[in-house]
């Protein structure tokens, strides 16, 4: 997460330099805002997709985990996927314990839930930054496209236009 964040911060101002310094100066102001648009809108779907991610694999891998375990009875493996079949909330550890503490789960059972939804839980964080890091690689495919030369700004030089005007 340290990685990602100051990736994003190291490129976020040299990105909006070189969006800007594309175009004529005259389209700078509007060039420099649909970035920033842009820019916000990516983040957005990608925390979406990120997020989607991160529950799907934590509901499939939780119902894996109870289905998979030998101390949990069957009608509560039953029970337990009829009602995580919409998506498992992301709770931690302890907010599980007490959670079977207080529906009075029998400790063996408790103890296979909570491995369960720990497994789980790693998996999912696993396959969601997995998916993060798919789509940074596959953004630099892209960076070919970025231009060589900066398209605002006039195609001779000053000095060299002195030099020919003498």
Same mark, same amino acid.
């Given at each position: 997460?340290?990685?990602? $964040?100051?990736?994003? $911060?190291?490129?976020?101002? +040299?990105?909006? %330099?070189?969006?800007?310094? %594309?175009?004529?100066?005259? +389209?700078?102001?509007?060039? /420099?805002?649909?970035?920033?648009?842009?820019?916000?809108?990516?983040?957005?779907? /990608?925390?979406?997709? %990120?997020?989607?991610?991160?529950?799907?694999?934590? @509901?499939?891998?939780?119902?894996?985990?109870?289905?998979?375990?030998?101390?949990?009875? %069957?009608?509560?493996? @039953?029970?337990?996927?009829?009602?995580?079949?919409?998506?498992?909330?992301?709770?931690?550890?302890?907010?599980?314990?007490? +959670?079977? /503490?207080?529906?009075?789960?029998?400790?063996?059972?408790?103890?296979?839930?909570?491995?369960?939804?720990?497994?789980?839980?790693?998996?999912?964080?696993?396959?969601?930054?997995?998916?993060?890091?798919?789509?940074?690689?596959?953004?630099?495919?892209?960076?070919?496209?970025?231009?060589? #030369?900066?398209?605002?700004?006039? #195609?001779?030089?000053?000095?060299?236009?002195?030099?020919?005007?003498?």
């Amino acid at each position: 997460m340290v990685l990602m $964040g100051l990736g994003i $911060g190291a490129l976020a101002s +040299q990105l909006g %330099a070189i969006t800007v310094s %594309a175009v004529p100066d005259r +389209q700078s102001t509007e060039v /420099g805002g649909l970035q920033n648009t842009v820019s916000n809108l990516g983040a957005s779907l /990608g925390t979406a997709l %990120a997020g989607a991610v991160l529950i799907a694999s934590l @509901t499939t891998g939780l119902i894996h985990g109870l289905r998979a375990s030998s101390d949990i009875p %069957a009608d509560v493996k @039953t029970q337990a996927t009829t009602q995580f079949a919409a998506g498992v909330p992301f709770i931690s550890d302890s907010d599980l314990k007490a +959670q079977l /503490g207080k529906a009075n789960v029998p400790p063996a059972q408790a103890d296979a839930v909570l491995a369960a939804n720990s497994d789980a839980r790693l998996a999912a964080l696993r396959a969601s930054l997995w998916v993060v890091a798919l789509f940074a690689v596959a953004a630099l495919f892209f960076t070919g496209l970025i231009p060589v #030369k900066p398209i605002g700004r006039p #195609k001779h030089d000053v000095a060299t236009s002195s030099r020919a005007d003498s």
